[in-house]
């Protein structure tokens, strides 16, 4: 694994976080000839394919066979994949011409397209599912991927990510690379110009970039692959093309209070073929149905998706028990409540999900899954080591208390210790004004405050004595007390 520095301007950085990835036997198949008739909207955006700047000022050499080149559809049980050969004309109205967008809205960031392994937030105007969860941030980085993950650490490459060409690329060997993105409300591109592999700069320069539509589509586009794909040198950085997601796991150290480990845990990844990442080509991505989509139990129990749905009663959630959610789910007895799977009050069948006529075939794809540690009945062994970059990391993380899984134990400390400080300052605030009102007193005898206290301060003198004496002023003599001795005398008595 390679480490990624994150833009000062980011958020907190978790330091220390433990990544893992096993291949699981799980294996699940989705039927996806009803997905060939959803309307693909490509991600053109008005593009005109004859206008400059496009695909068509790249030419096709002659002499090639010049007809369609298209990937038959690949299951990837969250996604459908289909990839476009550069001669199949859907590859470049798929390409997204950013030299045409409104200029105000392409954004070029300075600081990743002048560094390496560098990576930077981009907030998103619109909600975009992946894996079923809905993201408003993602992470750009400038190993030509997209980190999606909530907790944001320097191992960027392992795990949660999108990457249409993952390698070792330093946009800061030459002054024509650019990493640009442009976000119009319903769509987000990445570009990733003219970068070039830092560890082999006379390859030539790359071009190629990802477009993430508002209804969960992913798209590659790939304008400009001076070499195969799979003769990029993983040495010192990973080289992936694909998808993948993770959920996170805290796990708390008794021995040290206060203090966390995460732990990473990918439970599914999609590995494109990178043979065929070439020039003018172009990969679709569309989602299939997931149990979160499920809003009510009879439904979730009900659903044909390829996926084992079970309905949470306490949190409300359907759930196949591996998304980004797992720690909740497992931490509120999820698992248990799963195995009846009994709605509480009669299922609804007239509501039937829209895939629920979805029949199932054997897949032969890879399935990556991996549970938690924590006692789990639904907990799988790994069958098979780790991939060349599942590096692991020891993490002692100190909590910021900005976790959202929290027992209620911790919650309720937490509302002590706000108690007692509060408490602290009340007191602290008092002590303060005392002793400014003692030293106005003190400076001030004849103030109002200062007279109030004299009339009432008790007296250590017992009651005087008066005499006269002839020719003599008048005197006030008091017996003394203990060894002080003294006398007060007066003008009037």
């Known amino acids: 694994g ?31 000839e009803s997905l060939k008739s959803i309307d693909t909207n490509r991600a053109s955006m008005g593009q005109d394919s004859s206008e400059p700047g496009g695909f068509t000022d790249l030419l096709l ?18 996604y459908t994949s289909r990839t476009y050969g550069p001669y199949d004309s859907t590859s470049r109205d798929l390409w ?37 969860h809905f993201l408003r941030e993602i992470t750009v980085a400038t190993g030509g991927f997209i980190y999606t993950g909530e907790v944001v650490h320097r191992m960027l490459t392992a795990t949660q990510y999108i990457a249409p060409l993952m390698a070792n690329f330093d946009p800061s060997v ?37 477009t993430l539509l508002n209804d ?10 001076p070499v195969a ?35 990473i845990y990918e439970y599914h990844r999609v590995e494109l073929q990178m043979s065929k990442i070439t020039n003018l080509s172009a990969v679709e991505m569309i989602p299939l149905p997931t149990c979160l989509q499920f809003t009510s139990c009879g439904p979730c129990v009900t659903a044909q998706i390829g996926f084992n749905c079970s309905w949470c009663s306490k949190l409300q959630r359907c759930s196949s028990g591996f998304d980004r959610h797992r720690q909740d789910w497992v931490d509120s007895g999820c698992p248990e409540e799963a195995k009846d799977k009994i709605c509480e009050k009669n299922i609804d069948t007239t509501e039937t999900p829209p895939y ?33 970059d599942d590096t692991k990391i020891a993490l002692h993380l100190k909590d910021n208390g900005a976790s959202t899984d929290d027992s209620a134990a911790e919650k309720k400390g937490g509302t002590l210790h706000a108690g007692l400080i509060v408490g602290i300052l009340v007191l602290v605030l008092i002590v303060a004004a005392a002793i400014l009102v003692t030293v106005y007193m003190y400076h001030h005898p004849t103030s109002a405050a200062s007279l109030f206290f004299i009339e009432r301060r008790p007296s250590r003198w017992p009651a005087m004595k008066f005499r006269r004496g002839s020719g003599h002023p008048a005197y006030a003599e008091v017996e003394p007390v203990g060894e002080k001795e003294g006398f007060i005398v007066s003008e009037q008595c």
């Open 216 to 225: 969960g589509r992913i798209i590659f586009g790939y304008k400009e692959i």
């Open 61 to 78: 050499e002659e002499g090639h066979d010049n007809t369609t080149q298209i990937e038959e559809d690949t299951d990837h049980n969250y």
């Open 229 to 263: 794909v799979t003769q990029i040198s993983s040495t010192n950085h990973p080289v992936k093309v694909g998808l993948s997601d993770a959920f996170v796991v805290v796990h708390r150290i008794q021995q040290i209070p206060n203090v966390r480990r995460r732990t």
């Open 174 to 210: 030459s002054r024509n690379s650019t990493v640009r993105y442009f976000d119009n409300g319903t769509a987000l591109v990445v570009q990733w110009d003219h970068v070039h592999l830092q560890d082999n700069y006379n390859l030539g320069s790359f071009t190629f970039q990802a």
């Open 96 to 132: 997204v011409n950013i030299d045409q967008m409104e200029k105000d809205k392409v954004k070029i960031h300075g600081i990743l397209s002048n560094t390496h392994r560098q990576a930077a937030r981009v907030n998103l105007s619109f909600d975009f599912p992946f894996y079923g």
């Open 356 to 388: 629920s006529t979805t029949t199932f075939l054997p897949t032969t794809t890879r399935f990556r899954i991996l549970t938690t540690t924590r006692g789990s009945t639904t907990s799988h062994l790994p069958t098979s080591l780790p991939t060349e």
């Open 2 to 32: 390679v480490f990624y520095e994150i833009v000062q301007s980011f958020p907190r950085m978790e330091e220390n976080v433990q990544v893992d990835s096993y291949v699981s036997s799980n294996r699940w198949r989705r039927h996806s």
